[in-house]
Nanobody
């Protein structure tokens, strides 16, 4: 059974930065895509970003493009989400997901990912 260990959430002022980490247990990166989804109170899950750990290609939601960056550390089997220029509307619980397709092409936000992390809270507030 795949488990995802997330860390890095917290409280930050607008314009600040955070880095989220996601370490899968039970799979080895290089064969799966890993994505981040987020959910704000009263809203549906929103796909934020996706990385194919087989070839490094990424895809981002329009709302975060240019501010968020995903990367893979194969030595530590960890995926990172670097979030810069954070805005209050980025406030949400962020979930790392995997165990689905091995690419992020096309409508990746509609892909089925069988493994979800426990979620980490990101709050952007002054």
């Amino acid at each position: 059974q795949v488990q995802l260990v997330e860390s890095g959430g917290g409280l930050v002022h607008p314009g600040g930065s955070l880095r989220l980490s996601c370490r899968p247990v039970g799979i080895t990166l290089g064969y799966y895509a890993v994505a981040w989804f987020r959910q704000s109170p009263g809203k549906d899950h929103e796909g934020v970003s996706c990385i194919s750990t087989s070839d490094g290609t990424t895809n981002y939601a329009a709302s975060v493009k240019g501010r968020f960056t995903m990367s893979t550390d194969y030595a530590n089997n960890t995926v990172y989400l670097e979030m810069n220029s954070l805005k209050p509307e980025d406030t949400a619980v962020y979930y790392c997901v995997t165990d689905g397709p091995n690419h992020c092409s096309g409508p990746w936000t509609g892909f089925t990912f069988r493994a979800w992390g426990q979620g980490t809270q990101v709050t952007v507030s002054s």
